[in-house]
């Protein structure tokens, strides 16, 4: 039972265009949720992070958006450079007792072209 | 970053034989988590420490185990390796605080092929 969900395994936009990458989870007790980036050969990189009392969170070019009733959360990167390209994870927790414990997607690959 | 470093960073090894992978961090967080990262199937939980001596299982834990006998150092062992544990090994590592900080922090990663 797959509770977080990345359905688009890859993604290609334009430099300098909006890529929008998309999450779905099915567990009503996630309340944080975050991005990881991931280039080959490196670990995951926390990118920015969302509590479940928000709806958006921004960090310079990267915005999510969290629609707690759709149980969706997006990742937006404004404008994209072909320095993002990597796999982008999405991961859910939910506090209380959980022992920090993060479920992760599967992954989408970003491809920014020049 | 978090000063978190994995060893040996590649290893190939035979079915059969133990591996023991290493993790260590210098950043006194109390939480640290071992994933594999495989093709298809994201990034799945083995094994975590909530202390030192304090493990519990996760998602994938089968032919794995692991040892926290110091806060700095979490390791990793396959009793007796297989080919289906070729893999990615990741280590990360939280400071598990009150409020939104359910952040882990990941290490550089471990490739290891059992042949």
């Known amino acids: 039972d797959q509770q977080v969900k990345q359905n688009s395994p890859s993604l290609s936009v334009q430099e300098g265009r909006i890529s929008i990458l998309n999450c779905d989870y099915t567990?009503?007790?996630?309340?944080?949720f975050l991005w990881y980036k991931k280039y080959p050969a490196e670990g995951p990189t926390f990118l920015i992070s969302?509590?479940?009392?928000?709806d958006k969170n921004e960090d310079g070019r990267f915005t999510v958006f969290l629609n707690k009733s759709a149980k969706h959360l997006s990742l937006h990167i404004v404008p994209s450079q072909p320095g993002d390209s990597a796999v982008y994870f999405c991961?859910?927790?939910?506090?209380?007792?959980?022992?920090?414990?993060?479920?992760f997607g599967k992954g989408t690959l970003l491809t920014v072209n020049p | 970053d978090a000063g978190i470093t994995q060893s040996p960073r590649h290893k190939v090894t035979e079915t059969g034989t133990p591996v023991t992978l290493r993790c260590h961090q210098t950043?006194?967080?109390?939480?640290m988590y071992w994933y594999r990262q495989d093709p298809g199937h994201g990034l799945r939980l083995i094994h975590y420490?909530?202390?030192?001596?304090?493990?519990d299982k996760g998602e994938v834990s089968d032919g794995y185990s692991v040892s926290r006998s110091k806060t700095e150092d979490f390791l990793l062992t396959l009793e007796s390796a297989t080919s289906s544990q070729t893999s990615v090994y990741f280590c990360?590592?939280?400071?598990?605080?009150?409020?939104?900080?359910?952040?882990?922090?990941f290490g550089p990663g471990t490739r290891l092929t059992v042949l």
């Open positions: 990360a590592i939280s400071p598990g605080l009150a409020g939104d900080t359910d952040t882990q922090y």
């Open positions: 567990n009503s007790m996630f309340d944080y």
């Open positions: 969302i509590s479940s009392i928000k």
């Open positions: 991961a859910a927790s939910a506090s209380g007792g959980s022992n920090y414990k993060l479920t």
């Open positions: 950043e006194n967080h109390r939480y």
């Open positions: 420490s909530y202390g030192v001596k304090d493990t």
